[in-house]
């Protein structure tokens, strides 16, 4: 299967439901997990893992699903508001196999911010997505928590993907 890449520009004049077809494919992805979440923790955990991601609904949306040696370690399900003109995206653990709160956003100037509200430990806290290096073959994606109403941010996962063959 051969996915073409979009540019920005031809991405944004079909109002960004095109957005993340750079994503389509295969990958290589290096992930790094704070071990401990809102605590001012400063060790990481380390593992690598392969993902694919195919396309759906003819560009209005995308599903990918992340393994590593120990198995699965999630499903991502990307679904653009065609209204809102925003992505809403979910996430799915092997752990409880539940879509977790979405969250909301947008591609712009080459970077996707993407943000909602979840529980953590059992407090509210706001969520960020962050894509970026979205036009070549090393995209990152970073997530981040704000038990502050988003005042101040803890990345707590990073992940640097390096596309593959399948």
């Not at 704070?34 to 380390?46: A, N, P």
């Not at 979910?90 to 909301?104: C, E, F, I, S, T």
């Not at 430990?121 to 290096?133: A, C, I, M, N, Q």
Request: glycine share 10%.
């Amino acid at each position: 299967m051969s996915f073409a890449i979009q540019t920005a520009a031809a991405r944004h004049h079909e109002g960004g439901r095109h957005d993340f077809d750079f994503l389509h494919g295969h990958w290589r992805v290096h992930n790094r997990r704070l071990h401990q979440r809102l605590l001012g923790c400063t060790e990481w955990d380390s593992f690598e893992a392969t993902q694919s991601c195919q396309p759906l609904l003819d560009g209005l949306g995308n599903t990918d699903e992340m393994r590593n040696e120990a198995g699965p370690v999630g499903v991502s399900l990307r679904l653009f508001d065609l209204q809102a003109r925003q992505w809403v995206i979910y996430w799915v653990a092997p752990h409880d196999g539940l879509l977790q709160p979405p969250v909301r956003g947008a591609f712009a100037g080459g970077t996707g911010i993407f943000e909602g509200t979840d529980v953590h430990d059992g407090r509210p806290v706001r969520v960020r997505y962050t894509w970026s290096h979205t036009s070549g073959d090393t995209p990152q994606w970073e997530q981040a928590y704000s038990a502050d109403e988003g005042a101040s941010w803890e990345t707590n996962w990073v992940m640097s993907f390096t596309r593959t063959r399948a």
